[in-house]
């Protein structure tokens, strides 16, 4: 059965980066799939912020493009999420998922001074 | 981007009630592969999204089959023929047909 975990710190200060690692357990990410990140703020609203393919390609949120880079590690079968320039907009709970189909229990984010 | 419109904002119904909710897309979700990615997931209390519905109809295995999804183009919609005390939550369209990949803003179901 597919896991996934998100880890980081749960709180990052204004003008910072947010550096986040999703662990997959129970499917190897180069095997198939889109592995996303995804965020909701409080209220509900949710946003998909981009993906790193099986194959190791990207695609980001426009309205992040210049902030966001997600990368990978193969050998720990790992996916990372690195926001930059970080503001309290970005408090959010985030999840790592893959596609849309299996989401990991999610890291709620502070951003705070 | 395209936007979604799922109605109503909330949801409270007793256990044996049907239930229906609506989500409307700004522009066509047919893609050129001549497949319709909408896809529903239910958030429940405490919990991390689960899928529930890919391509408007189609259950995922483990999903129970008083769920149904229905629509096409821009307008689609949630069923539950009877809701049970496990249903309560925020169930979420979101499509993936158009890139960035965009949700609705939810909708709550309360049981009475």
């Known amino acids: 059965e597919i896991q996934l975990q998100e880890s980081g710190p749960g709180l990052v200060k204004p003008s910072q980066s947010l550096s986040l690692t999703c662990s997959v357990t129970?499917?190897?990410?180069?095997?198939?799939?889109?592995w996303s990140w995804i965020r909701k703020f409080p209220g509900n609203k949710m946003e998909w912020m981009g993906y790193?393919?099986?194959?190791?390609?990207?695609n980001y949120n426009p309205s992040l493009k210049i902030r966001i880079s997600i990368t990978r590690d193969t050998s720990k079968n790992q996916f990372f999420l690195q926001l930059n320039s970080v503001t309290t907009e970005d408090t959010a709970t985030y999840y790592c998922?893959?596609?849309?189909?299996?989401w990991g229990q999610g890291v709620m984010v502070t951003v705070s001074s | 981007d395209v936007v979604m419109t799922q109605t109503p904002v909330s949801l409270s119904l007793a256990i044996g009630q049907p239930a229906s909710i609506s989500c409307k897309s700004s522009q066509s979700l047919l893609g050129t592969s001549g497949k319709t990615f909408l896809n529903w997931i239910l958030q429940r209390p405490g919990q991390s999204p689960k899928r529930l519905i890919y391509q408007v109809s189609k259950l995922y295995s483990e999903v129970p089959d008083r769920f149904s999804g229905s629509g096409s183009e821009t307008e689609f919609t949630l069923k539950i023929s009877r809701v049970e005390a496990e249903d309560l939550g925020v169930y979420y369209c979101w499509q993936g047909t158009h890139f960035p990949l965009t949700f609705g803003s939810g909708t709550k179901l309360e049981i009475k």
């Open positions: 790193i393919s099986n194959s190791g390609s990207t």
């Open positions: 129970g499917y190897t990410i180069t095997s198939g799939y889109d």
């Open positions: 998922a893959r596609y849309g189909t299996h």
